[in-house]
T-cell receptor, first 113, second 116 residues
Framework: GENVEQHPSTLSVQEGDSAVIKCTYS??????FPWYKQELGKGPQLIID?????GEKKDQRIAVTLNKTAKHFSLHITETQPEDSAVYFC????????????FGKGTTLSVSS | GAVVSQHPSRVICKSGTSVKIECRSL??????MFWYRQFPKKSLMLMAT?????????EQGVEKDKFLINHASLTLSTLTVTSAHPEDSSFYIC????????????FGPGTRLLVL
């Protein structure tokens, strides 16, 4: 079945460093790839997304790259800050009753000052 | 824009009772709403997808008679956990799509359910 693999499961960086989280997906029909940030006890917050007709997208300190041939996409956070500490989930679209998402298992990012 | 609310934020109930959770899209019309369940330190597990005015589509292994979903309007979906048991204790999160591209899902803040 459809699957999204996410690595690493935990990531610790120093403030100011960059953080990279990688995901691979299995369904070649997937064409939409969002990233969510979830803080403890809260719902996931959409931080950036990319569609299959684009290879890279950037929004201030956050960027996402997509390689459709290899079926992988990555989240890049530059100049990390302590408030970036959270769990990050990648997801890929799948066609169900409407367009649903299948999520990776999450990456716990810790940024120390 | 793209604000989704959930009510209540947390609920404690006795085993055997039913609990209703509301999910509202506050500033857009949600053609599709999704219900997820999340265990501690785990990923989001899709329970069901609902389109306004039609029956929900449940994922394999999710009991539709236990988790009743109603999507009565373009801004409101409800999840009712019937005859709740301690194993139903979890974090339930809804999401809504219909703004910014049909695939984009905006999540509510979640509801923490504890069944005693």
């Amino acid at each position: 079945g459809e699957n999204v693999e996410q690595h690493p499961s935990t990531l610790s960086v120093q403030e100011g460093d960059s953080a990279v989280i990688k995901c691979t997906y299995s369904d070649s029909a997937s064409n939409y790839f969002p990233w969510y940030k979830q803080e403890l006890g809260k719902g996931p917050q959409l931080i950036i997304d990319i569609r299959s007709n684009v290879g890279e997208k950037k929004d201030q300190r956050i960027a996402v790259t997509l390689n459709k041939t290899a079926k992988h996409f990555s989240l890049h956070i530059t100049e990390t800050q302590p408030e970036d500490s959270a769990v990050y989930f990648c997801a890929a679209s799948i066609m169900k009753a409407g367009t649903a998402l299948i999520f990776g298992k999450g990456t716990t990012l810790s940024v120390s000052s | 824009g793209a604000v989704v609310s959930q009510h209540p934020s947390r609920v404690i109930c006795k085993s055997g009772t039913s609990v209703k959770i509301e999910c509202r899209s506050l500033d857009f019309q949600a053609t599709t709403m999704f219900w997820y369940r999340q265990f501690p330190k785990k990923s989001l597990m899709l329970m069901a997808t609902s389109n306004e005015g039609s029956k929900a589509t449940y994922e394999q292994g999710v009991e539709k008679d236990k988790f009743l979903i109603n999507h009565a309007s373009l801004t409101l979906s409800t999840l009712t956990v019937t005859s709740a048991h301690p194993e139903d204790s979890s974090f339930y999160i809804c999401s809504a799509s219909g703004l910014g591209g049909r695939e984009t899902q905006y999540f509510g803040p979640g509801t923490r359910l504890l069944v005693l």
